[in-house]
């Protein structure tokens, strides 16, 4: 009956095999070659250089400036995530639904599009607020400087808060009402409550918030990209990109980058590793059994200052911003004033229909997000198919293997792509599209894993069983019970990776050669290039695809649910 | 002694354009322990929540000791109460748990700490004082819920559900516990259930709600020999429906008559049924079975059946009996060694008719099975 009864060898240990291939290939060769790099000097093992190579004041600097910014951001966008979730969990405040949803908008708006805005409008000179408050109301100096700390700190604030958002409202509606309540008829008054019970209570979703908050601002490309490297602010990921990128692959500033990228590395595995304790440790049962509305606080004669204040900072932080890209992409020269004989169609035409460059780079990232969602979707789903339902020894190997890229920087990433596949083992795709294929993949393992695993979870092993059971063959099974069942999973995976490789630039921006820009990094050269209405007016159109990929998947996904 | 009455008048509560309580009245005597019982969505837990003054009521007062509480805030009602799944803060020690509803009125360090040791020993969890509670069983949870609910000595205790995350002995054990305890306070209690067992063993007197209405109140064995209405008999205990019709021969005579038994005359003693489409309602354990050819005593009324199925459940055999159309179930008591009737033998089935109850059925409810 059975074809494989000499299972010492068989399918199971063929797919370990090919899983464990893959993730060694795409993600643990390039991370040993980039601490390889660091530590392994002229065949020795050396610390010294290191610690000489963190002692220069160029590094120095840039490690000082990443722990300054992700400090202030993780604070400024703590503060701001908690207010707005406790305003939209707790309160009376008008329309709480709608301006729930409002408050995740910025999560889909790529930050560097928004620090490109903000440059727009608030750079000393050039800003257009700046200018507005210099010419027209005679200011003496411009209000606001965004080529600073703060105004680095204030643009990630605007697009990183929902994290803790997230977090926080989510802990806030699931918690069980009774808990406050049962301190209410102890007598305790609301200060009192909100002192002992409640924040006590949603501090681990806080606390998990704001961690994520700073691993992502550590590792964060963009913003500080277009912000700080007029002034000399560099960070981790921005003085990694300008090691590889202007010194031309010079030994000194690749043995630079790979220490800078060992430091993220490891900052950032203290940081997930905290935050899975907060998580497992400080997390409480607190999700309600029968529930009853929690008492709304009565926002009183504050209700509507409050709700203005909700709109203006959505206003500001998105519609303002926004509204920023597409006008000064419609400018005929960038600095003219936005009245209509100086705005045109001709930038969106030139760029969609006339340049090769922006032509190409939406191609590039179109197929680029396309074939990687795809690869990464059915590598994942094998994969995690061994995890979690094969019994192979050692397939905690594979786990940690495809988490790994979770807690690795796409800088870190990107650096060990290169370092892997230019030359060094007889295969070199550096300046091609293969090496930034590779890339995403490895980057986004991870969360294809993630929705697969947890979409094989729910397949209990008995209906597969049943299946057998009433005489199907292990092929029939699968076609017919689990992948039905896992297909919601790997739809999810696929967007998931879909849409962030779209609108990807810390990745490809070290990896990119002339004829491979993505969106990203296009938007970005031609920034730095001056292009300022050209990177505006793509900024714009990808502004455009990447809400229409979000209103397609929202509507993929209710129909999905309502059927 | 801190002994209140309570009294609920003309009591309406909706969320919204829901109407969730309608017209409900109550009085509880000082010291009672007083049973809600009805089934989950009856609105029992609101009625509760009212008392608590989480809720404010649509219309109608609560009086507790004649005083109107509608402008009293929960803190100050002087009530202690325990929650369903016990809202434990699992962030804090089981003495903090139970000192937080002290702390607020008692500064005095020494004091407290006195009195929540003593609440602690005498709920037999003085043991558990530095745990957190999610270190403790879920009796031992149970009892730190209610110690926090009594520390502060409130004049009122209010109990929703609390025995519904127990398992079925240690729910027994905590009841009759609860009942001891409660005695021996002297506090006027409310015990919100959906557990006929736990009102009807240790209430005083029951108030059994449904749809948001008060269907009946009264001591345990007369709402359960006694059921007002068809609702109340199917919720409490378990009972047979056979459906009819009532008419009145003279004053203290009626006949009741049903395709399936047939025309059965029997006297009334205490308040006449109404006139019409009725459904005669015995609890399994007033019938009894008899051989078919057996003599027809003349105390009982004798219906003639067949047995369809049987239970065996140690002190009952439970007989499924067909009667003409309709099926009924039977306790017969079993004594070692007895054997039970196989299924197709003919019985005869006798029941006193004053232990049966007749309720009035509207045209449109005896269309629908009432068998449910």
Same mark, same amino acid.
């Given at each position: 009956?059975?074809?494989?009864?000499?299972?010492?060898?068989?399918?199971?240990?063929?797919?370990?095999?090919?899983?464990?291939?893959?993730?060694?290939?795409?993600?643990?060769?390039?991370?040993?070659?980039?601490?390889?790099?660091?530590?392994?000097?002229?065949?020795?093992?050396?610390?010294?250089?290191?610690?000489?190579?963190?002692?220069?004041?160029?590094?120095?600097?840039?490690?000082?400036?990443?722990?300054?910014?992700?400090?202030?951001?993780?604070?400024?966008?703590?503060?701001?995530?908690?207010?707005?979730?406790?305003?939209?969990?707790?309160?009376?405040?008008?329309?709480?639904?709608?301006?729930?949803?409002?408050?995740?908008?910025?999560?889909?708006?790529?930050?560097?599009?928004?620090?490109?805005?903000?440059?727009?409008?608030?750079?000393?000179?050039?800003?257009?607020?700046?200018?507005?408050?210099?010419?027209?109301?005679?200011?003496?100096?411009?209000?606001?400087?965004?080529?600073?700390?703060?105004?680095?700190?204030?643009?990630?604030?605007?697009?990183?808060?929902?994290?803790?958002?997230?977090?926080?409202?989510?802990?806030?509606? !699931?918690?069980?009402?009774?808990?406050?309540?049962?301190?209410?008829?102890?007598?305790?008054?609301?200060?009192?409550?909100?002192?002992?019970?409640?924040?006590?209570?949603?501090?681990?979703?806080?606390?998990?918030?704001?961690?994520?908050?700073?691993?992502?601002?550590?590792?964060?490309?963009?913003?500080?990209?277009?912000?700080?490297?007029?002034?000399?602010?560099?960070?981790?990921?921005?003085?990694?990109?300008?090691?590889?990128?202007?010194?031309?692959?010079?030994?000194?500033?690749?043995?630079?980058?790979?220490?800078?990228?060992?430091?993220?590395?490891?900052?950032?595995?203290?940081?997930?590793?905290?935050?899975?304790?907060?998580?497992?440790?400080?997390?409480?049962?607190?999700?309600?059994?029968?529930?009853?509305?929690?008492?709304?606080?009565?926002? !009183?004669?504050?209700?509507?200052?409050?709700?203005?204040?909700?709109?203006?900072?959505?206003?500001?932080?998105?519609?303002?911003?926004?509204?920023?890209?597409?006008?000064?992409?419609?400018?005929?020269?960038?600095?003219?004033?936005?009245?209509?004989?100086?705005?045109?169609?001709?930038?969106?035409?030139?760029?969609?229909?006339?340049?090769?460059?922006?032509?190409?780079?939406?191609?590039?990232?179109?197929?680029?997000?396309?074939?990687?969602?795809?690869?990464?979707?059915?590598?994942?789903?094998?994969?995690?198919?061994?995890?979690?339902?094969?019994?192979?020894?050692?397939?905690?190997?594979?786990?940690?293997?495809?988490?790994?890229?979770?807690?690795?920087?796409?800088?870190?990433?990107?650096?060990?792509?290169?370092?892997?596949?230019?030359?060094?083992?007889?295969?070199?795709?550096?300046?091609?599209?293969?090496?930034?294929?590779?890339?995403?993949?490895?980057?986004?393992?991870?969360?294809?894993?993630?929705?697969?695993?947890?979409?094989?979870?729910?397949?209990?092993?008995?209906?597969?069983?049943?299946?057998?059971?009433?005489?199907?063959?292990?092929?029939?099974?699968?076609?017919?019970?689990?992948?039905?069942?896992?297909?919601?999973?790997?739809?999810?995976?696929?967007?998931?990776?879909?849409?962030?490789?779209?609108?990807?630039?810390?990745?490809?921006?070290?990896?990119?050669?002339?004829?491979?820009?993505?969106?990203?990094?296009?938007?970005?050269?031609?920034?730095?290039?001056?292009?300022?209405?050209?990177?505006?007016?793509?900024?714009?159109?990808?502004?455009?695809?990447?809400?229409?990929?979000?209103?397609?998947?929202?509507?993929?996904?209710?129909?999905?649910?309502?059927? | 002694?801190?002994?209140?009455?309570?009294?609920?008048?003309?009591?309406?509560?909706?969320?919204?354009?829901?109407?969730?309580?309608?017209?409900?009245?109550?009085?509880?005597?000082?010291?009672?322990?007083?049973?809600?019982?009805?089934?989950?969505?009856?609105?029992?837990?609101?009625?509760?929540?009212?008392?608590?003054?989480?809720?404010?009521?649509?219309?109608?007062?609560?009086?507790?000791?004649?005083?109107?509480?509608?402008?009293?805030?929960?803190?100050?009602?002087?009530?202690?109460?325990?929650?369903?799944?016990?809202?434990?803060?699992?962030?804090?020690?089981?003495?903090?748990?139970?000192?937080?509803?002290?702390?607020?009125?008692?500064?005095?360090?020494?004091?407290?700490?006195?009195?929540?040791?003593?609440?602690?020993?005498?709920?037999?969890?003085?043991?558990?004082?530095?745990?957190?509670?999610?270190?403790?069983?879920?009796?031992?949870?149970?009892?730190?819920?209610?110690?926090?609910?009594?520390?502060?000595?409130?004049?009122?205790?209010?109990?929703?559900?609390?025995?519904?995350?127990?398992?079925?002995?240690?729910?027994?054990?905590?009841?009759?516990?609860?009942?001891?305890?409660?005695?021996?306070?002297?506090?006027?209690?409310?015990?919100?259930?959906?557990?006929?067992?736990?009102?009807?063993?240790?209430?005083?007197?029951?108030?059994?709600?449904?749809?948001?209405?008060?269907?009946?109140?009264?001591?345990?064995?007369?709402?359960?020999?006694?059921?007002?209405?068809?609702?109340?008999?199917?919720?409490?205990?378990?009972?047979?429906?056979?459906?009819?019709?009532?008419?009145?021969?003279?004053?203290?005579?009626?006949?009741?008559?049903?395709?399936?038994?047939?025309?059965?005359?029997?006297?009334?003693?205490?308040?006449?049924?109404?006139?019409?489409?009725?459904?005669?309602?015995?609890?399994?354990?007033?019938?009894?079975?008899?051989?078919?050819?057996?003599?027809?005593?003349?105390?009982?009324?004798?219906?003639?059946?067949?047995?369809?199925?049987?239970?065996?459940?140690?002190?009952?055999?439970?007989?499924?009996?067909?009667?003409?159309?309709?099926?009924?179930?039977?306790?017969?008591?079993?004594?070692?060694?007895?054997?039970?009737?196989?299924?197709?033998?003919?019985?005869?089935?006798?029941?006193?008719?004053?232990?049966?109850?007749?309720?009035?059925?509207?045209?449109?409810?005896?269309?629908?099975?009432?068998?449910?």
């Amino acid at each position: 009956m059975s074809t494989k009864t000499e299972s010492r060898f068989g399918t199971p240990e063929l797919l370990f095999g090919l899983s464990v291939a893959v993730l060694v290939i795409v993600v643990a060769v390039p991370m040993l070659l980039i601490f390889f790099n660091a530590f392994w000097v002229d065949g020795h093992f050396n610390v010294t250089d290191v610690v000489k190579v963190l002692r220069h004041p160029e590094t120095y600097m840039a490690l000082w400036n990443s722990l300054v910014l992700s400090v202030g951001v993780t604070i400024t966008g703590t503060i701001v995530g908690t207010f707005f979730a406790w305003l939209v969990t707790r309160t009376d405040l008008p329309f709480k639904k709608t301006m729930k949803l409002l408050f995740l908008v910025p999560f889909m708006l790529p930050a560097f599009i928004g620090a490109l805005a903000w440059k727009m409008l608030l750079s000393p000179r050039a800003g257009y607020i700046n200018r507005f408050f210099m010419d027209v109301l005679g200011f003496d100096n411009p209000i606001f400087d965004i080529y600073t700390y703060a105004g680095i700190i204030l643009v990630e604030t605007m697009y990183l808060f929902p994290f803790v958002f997230i977090q926080v409202s989510g802990a806030l509606e !699931r918690m069980d009402p009774t808990l406050e309540e049962s301190a209410r008829i102890s007598g305790a008054d609301l200060f009192t409550i909100t002192r002992k019970i409640t924040i006590p209570l949603v501090l681990p979703s806080i606390l998990s918030g704001a961690l994520l908050i700073m691993l992502y601002s550590m590792a964060h490309f963009g913003t500080v990209a277009v912000l700080g490297i007029e002034t000399g602010i560099y960070n981790i990921p921005t003085l990694i990109y300008e090691k590889i990128h202007q010194s031309a692959g010079s030994f000194a500033s690749i043995r630079t980058a790979t220490v800078l990228a060992t430091v993220l590395v490891i900052t950032a595995a203290i940081i997930l590793w905290l935050q899975n304790r907060v998580l497992s440790k400080g997390r409480y049962q607190i999700i309600a059994g029968k529930s009853f509305r929690p008492a709304e606080l009565k926002l !009183r004669g504050l209700r509507v200052p409050l709700f203005i204040f909700c709109l203006a900072y959505i206003g500001f932080t998105i519609v303002l911003p926004t509204a920023t890209i597409f006008m000064v992409g419609g400018l005929k020269t960038y600095g003219l004033p936005f009245v209509s004989e100086n705005l045109t169609f001709a930038n969106y035409n030139h760029i969609l229909f006339e340049w090769d460059l922006t032509r190409d780079a939406i191609w590039n990232s179109i197929s680029l997000g396309l074939s990687s969602a795809l690869i990464t979707m059915f590598a994942g789903v094998i994969i995690s198919y061994v995890i979690v339902k094969m019994k192979v020894r050692g397939k905690g190997i594979l786990e940690f293997l495809g988490m790994l890229p979770f807690s690795v920087p796409g800088s870190v990433i990107a650096l060990g792509v290169i370092l892997a596949w230019s030359g060094k083992f007889g295969i070199n795709i550096y300046n091609t599209v293969w090496i930034i294929l590779l890339a995403y993949i490895a980057r986004y393992m991870a969360f294809s894993l993630k929705a697969n695993s947890a979409a094989l979870e729910q397949v209990h092993d008995s209906l597969v069983e049943a299946a057998r059971a009433s005489g199907a063959t292990m092929g029939q099974a699968l076609r017919d019970i689990v992948v039905p069942l896992v297909r919601p999973g790997m739809i999810a995976a696929f967007f998931l990776i879909f849409l962030p490789a779209l609108r990807e630039l810390t990745v490809s921006v070290l990896l990119y050669g002339p004829t491979t820009r993505t969106i990203g990094v296009a938007i970005y050269t031609l920034n730095e290039d001056g292009e300022t209405v050209y990177s505006a007016a793509l900024a714009g159109i990808a502004l455009i695809i990447i809400v229409l990929g979000e209103l397609l998947i929202k509507r993929l996904v209710t129909s999905k649910n309502n059927s | 002694m801190n002994r209140v009455t309570i009294e609920v008048r003309n009591l309406d509560f909706s969320y919204g354009a829901k109407p969730v309580l309608r017209n409900i009245n109550l009085c509880i005597e000082a010291g009672e322990l007083f049973a809600v019982l009805g089934p989950s969505g009856s609105g029992k837990t609101t009625l509760l929540r009212l008392l608590a003054g989480l809720e404010r009521p649509s219309a109608g007062s609560i009086r507790i000791n004649k005083t109107d509480v509608f402008d009293i805030p929960p803190a100050q009602r002087d009530v202690g109460m325990v929650f369903q799944n016990f809202s434990l803060w699992p962030h804090m020690s089981v003495f903090e748990n139970v000192a937080f509803g002290v702390a607020e009125h008692h500064r005095n360090g020494t004091e407290l700490e006195k009195r929540v040791d003593k609440i602690l020993k005498m709920l037999d969890i003085a043991e558990t004082r530095d745990f957190r509670p999610d270190c403790l069983s879920v009796g031992q949870q149970q009892r730190v819920a209610l110690a926090r609910a009594l520390v502060s000595e409130p004049r009122l205790l209010l109990l929703d559900d609390p025995f519904s995350n127990l398992e079925y002995e240690l729910r027994v054990q905590m009841r009759h516990d609860l009942y001891l305890l409660q005695r021996k306070l002297g506090i006027t209690s409310i015990l919100v259930t959906h557990d006929q067992e736990d009102a009807l063993s240790i209430a005083d007197r029951v108030a059994v709600v449904a749809h948001g209405t008060i269907q009946q109140v009264g001591t345990p064995a007369a709402i359960y020999d006694f059921p007002n209405s068809m609702e109340v008999a199917r919720f409490v205990g378990v009972t047979n429906f056979l459906p009819g019709n009532v008419k009145h021969i003279e004053s203290q005579l009626i006949e009741f008559f049903s395709h399936d038994i047939g025309h059965h005359r029997w006297p009334i003693s205490r308040d006449a049924p109404s006139e019409g489409p009725s459904v005669l309602s015995i609890r399994p354990h007033a019938l009894h079975i008899a051989p078919i050819d057996s003599f027809r005593d003349g105390r009982y009324l004798w219906l003639e059946g067949t047995i369809r199925s049987s239970e065996f459940l140690g002190e009952v055999v439970r007989y499924q009996i067909d009667i003409g159309s309709v099926s009924i179930s039977v306790n017969q008591a079993h004594f070692t060694c007895s054997s039970v009737t196989p299924s197709g033998t003919p019985v005869l089935v006798g029941f006193d008719p004053s232990r049966s109850r007749l309720f009035p059925v509207s045209a449109e409810m005896s269309s629908v099975s009432v068998y449910d």
